[in-house]
C-alpha cells in the first residue's frame, strides 16, 4: 500500500514498481484514515508512507497500524531528512527510511529487504546522522571508552551488522560464528545497555558512534 498526498507521484510510484515481479500494489491513498479503513478489508504485507499527511501524519499512522498489524512493515518514504523524524518512525515501528530521491531499483531493494525482516536505512542519512552525532558530542572520545568497558569488541562487531540490517546467519558467516552465539551476544549486548528493542539499540549506536560506515552491504 502507498500512502501518499501527492497523486501524481504514487500513480508513478505504482507504476515503477509494478515493472518488479515480486512487487504488487494493491492500494493506494492520499489519507491515513482512509488507509487504516482500507486495511479492515484488503492484506497488505507493506506499507509505503510519507511523514506529511492532511488528516494525520506519518509517525501516528504507524503507530496505529503497527498497533492493529503488528506483521505489517512500515518503510516511510519522505523528503525529511531529519534525526528527530528517522527517530521518531523508528520508535513508531518503522523498518526503513527512505529518502524520496532514491532510485526506484534502491527503493525495491528495500522492500525486500525489509521483508525479509531486516532494517533498510537510507545510507545518505545514516551517514549524517552518524556525522552529526560525532561532531555535535564534545564527549564522544569518552563516551567510546565507555561504552568499550560495557561491551566487548564481538559485541560492538555485532551491533554494527545489526544496525545495517543484516540478518543472524549473515553476521555469523561475516565473523564466522554460529548463528547461536549472534542470538547470544544481542542477548547480552540489550541486557547490559538496559535496552528491550530494536530501534533502541540503533539510536544507541548513532549516539556512541558504533556505526562504521566503510563498511557497506554488499
Do not use: W
Amino acid at each position: 500500500m502507498i500512502i501518499d498526498d501527492h497523486t501524481l507521484f504514487r500513480s508513478g510510484l505504482k507504476m515503477l514498481l509494478e515493472e518488479e515481479r515480486d512487487i504488487n500494489v494493491v492500494a493506494e491513498t492520499a489519507s491515513a484514515t482512509e488507509a487504516l479503513e482500507l486495511l479492515k478489508k484488503q492484506a497488505v504485507d507493506l506499507i509505503l508512507m510519507d511523514i506529511t499527511l492532511k488528516d494525520m501524519d506519518g509517525l501516528e499512522a504507524t503507530r496505529r497500524v503497527k498497533q492493529e498489524y503488528p506483521d505489517i512493515k512500515v518503510i516511510f518514504l519522505t523528503m525529511h531528512n531529519d534525526e528527530p523524524y528517522f527517530l521518531e518512525a523508528l520508535k513508531a515501528g518503522a523498518s526503513g527510511y527512505i529518502l524520496k530521491e532514491a532510485a526506484t531499483t534502491e527503493l525495491a531493494s528495500a522492500i525486500r529487504t525489509v521483508m525479509e525482516g531486516k532494517i533498510n536505512i537510507d545510507p545518505a542519512l545514516m551517514e549524517v546522522l552518524v556525522t552529526k552525532a560525532i561532531s555535535e558530542n564534545p564527549e564522544q572520545q569518552k563516551n567510546n571508552t565507555q561504552t568499550g568497558g560495557i561491551l566487548t569488541q564481538r559485541e560492538r562487531e555485532v551491533i554494527h551488522y545489526i544496525c545495517l540490517g543484516y540478518s543472524n546467519r549473515e553476521i555469523a558467516d561475516i565473523l564466522i560464528i554460529s548463528v547461536k552465539t549472534v542470538e547470544k551476544h544481542k542477548e547480552n549486548i540489550m541486557e547490559k545497555l538496559n535496552l528491550s528493542r530494536r530501534h533502541q539499540l540503533i539510536e544507541y549506536a548513532i549516539q556512541k558512534g558504533l556505526i562504521n560506515l566503510s563498511q557497506d552491504k554488499e
